[in-house]
Each structure stands twice: as structure tokens, then as C-alpha cells.
């Protein structure tokens, strides 16, 4: 058994399966929009998604043109006996899936343009490491669409900012995204740490099932308020009016310094994709979603 084959078959394998077959817990809250939606342009623009969503998945097609930027994020348990370069082999694994799934070649130099043709090069594919409890290995593959990742945005409030404050933040950039982030979104949010650490939370927030509400009780009640009120604003699918501008609110949180208070969104679109994998130290694996 070769590690780094295993990681490179798995890492092929997910990428494959994000672009291709939407998480079902993303699916079943797309239906119950759709069964709910009061709006006759909006029930067209779910069915129409609805429709690409099972067309992708029963002929293997690409959910959406935009394969989006890859993101890879790794939680390698302490007792993990494997010793690998994730960055040579992943790097490996992007390109080879550009090829084989395909991918678009998304990834350019920021100001020349330059296109590395498969989707490696200029730091990419992104990888977060991270260590956890336990002797397996999770692998996510996240890949991040741009019309959602450029309505990204941070919040540096003073630290006297109340939950209000940052409701209103939030739905003022719900507002101005409008239909930009292609609506029904789901919507990651980090609050606290530092502004680097708040960024990413909100992003690895986009990773937790919807419908799962967070287990602190004073966040819980965020993301519901959230989701209640986004909902209300009627921008609706695709932003052409209706009831479901959002799917879930999906907030993480660290503690921050005292004088601080970061304030991270990130949206997700409609095709909230995502795949993951656990890998025992034998080689052996599970895909766990979608």
C-alpha cells in the first residue's frame, strides 16, 4: 500500500463526485424551497435546478460550468501513522481531475491573467490542515465558485457591536449581493478570532450539513433569526423575487482579543458542493458525503 496513492485516488475520487453530485442534505433543502416557494418565477428557477441537479447526477455531468476554485481541507487525526506531502500529492490530484473529469481551467495569475491551463500553480489548489482526535484521516474537498466567493466579505467592528449589529451587517450584504451569488444561497459566517481566522471559519462553516443548527445555544438562535429574516428581504431565486434567498446560515466562532469583534461572510451558491472521505491507516476509505 502506497500513501500517497491512496490519497491521490481519493482526492481524484472526490473532486469527481463535488462537481458532479450534490450533497443530499443540499438537495432535500432545495425541494422543501420548492415546495414552499409562493413565487411562479421563482417555483420555475428551482425546478429548472432541481432538474440540472438530477440530469448531473444520473449521467455524470458537471452540476455547474464553473468547477470553481479548488479547496482542500484536511483534519489528519493525532495517531495518523502516515508521513505525506499533501500539497505534491493533491496539487497531482487536481490536475489529473482537470483532465479525466474535466474541469474548467479556472486558475490565473491575479494581474497578468496567465492561465496554468490545469488548474495548479499560483498556490493553488488552496489546503487547510488541521489536526483532530483519533488515528483516521477526513479529507474534504471544497470547490468554491466565484460569483458567490466575490461577495465575500470582512467586518472589523468594535468590540461594544451587539447581535443586532451583526444581523444588520449581514442582511445589508445579503442585500447588496442581491442575485449575484446565484440564489438560494448558503451563508458561512465566522465571528471572532483574528481577521484572517474569522475568513476561515465562515468558509469551513459552509462545510457543516444544513438544517444542523450550531450547538451553542446564543449562535443557534443566530443562524436561525438569520435564515428567518434573509428570507424576508424577497430576493428570492436567482434574485428575480420570491421566498427562498437562503437555504441555511451556518455560523463558527473563536474567542478574540478584547478590543475586536471580526465579522466574516462568506456565501455559498445554490450548488453548495461538497465531498468528503475518511481514510483508515490501512488505506482503506468511505465517502461520507455527498
Not at 33 to 49: D, F, N, R
Not at 123 to 137: D, M, R
Not at 167 to 185: D, F, N, Q, W, Y
Request: charged share 25%.
Amino acid at each position: 500500500m502506497n500513501p500517497e496513492e491512496v490519497l491521490f485516488e481519493v482526492a481524484v475520487e472526490l473532486i469527481d463526485r463535488a462537481v458532479k453530485v450534490l450533497p443530499k442534505d443540499v438537495e432535500d433543502a432545495l425541494r422543501r424551497a420548492y415546495e414552499s416557494e409562493v413565487s411562479e418565477t421563482g417555483l420555475k428557477i428551482l425546478e429548472a435546478i432541481l432538474l440540472n441537479v438530477k440530469t448531473a447526477r444520473e449521467e455524470g455531468r458537471l452540476i455547474c460550468q464553473d468547477t470553481g476554485f479548488p479547496v482542500f481541507f484536511v483534519e489528519e487525526g493525532l495517531a495518523f501513522p502516515w508521513r505525506i506531502d499533501y500539497r505534491k500529492v493533491l496539487v497531482r490530484a487536481v490536475s489529473e481531475a482537470t483532465e479525466k473529469v474535466p474541469l474548467r481551467p479556472n486558475i490565473v495569475h491575479p494581474l497578468t491573467r496567465v492561465n496554468t491551463g490545469d488548474n495548479t500553480g499560483f498556490g493553488s489548489p488552496i489546503i487547510h490542515v488541521s489536526k483532530a482526535t483519533g488515528s483516521l484521516l477526513k479529507l474534504s474537498f471544497m470547490p468554491k465558485g466565484a460569483g458567490s466567493e466575490n461577495m465575500s466579505s470582512l467586518h472589523m467592528l468594535i468590540p461594544s457591536e451587539s447581535v443586532e449589529t451583526v444581523k444588520h451587517i449581514v442582511l445589508s450584504r445579503v442585500v447588496e449581493a442581491g442575485g449575484m451569488p446565484c440564489p438560494p444561497t448558503v451563508i458561512g459566517i465566522g465571528i471572532g478570532g483574528t481577521a484572517d481566522e474569522a475568513m476561515l471559519m465562515a468558509k469551513k462553516a459552509l462545510l457543516k450539513p444544513l438544517g444542523e443548527r450550531n450547538r451553542d445555544p446564543v449562535l443557534a438562535r443566530l443562524e436561525r433569526e438569520l435564515l428567518e429574516e434573509i428570507n424576508q428581504t424577497g430576493i428570492g431565486p436567482m434574485g428575480l423575487g420570491g421566498r427562498w434567498t437562503c437555504l441555511d446560515v451556518k455560523v463558527e466562532y473563536a474567542g478574540c482579543h478584547t478590543a475586536s469583534l471580526p465579522l466574516a461572510i462568506n456565501f455559498q451558491c445554490w450548488a453548495a458542493r461538497r465531498a468528503s472521505a475518511v481514510i483508515e491507516p490501512d488505506g482503506s476509505y468511505e465517502i461520507v458525503q455527498p
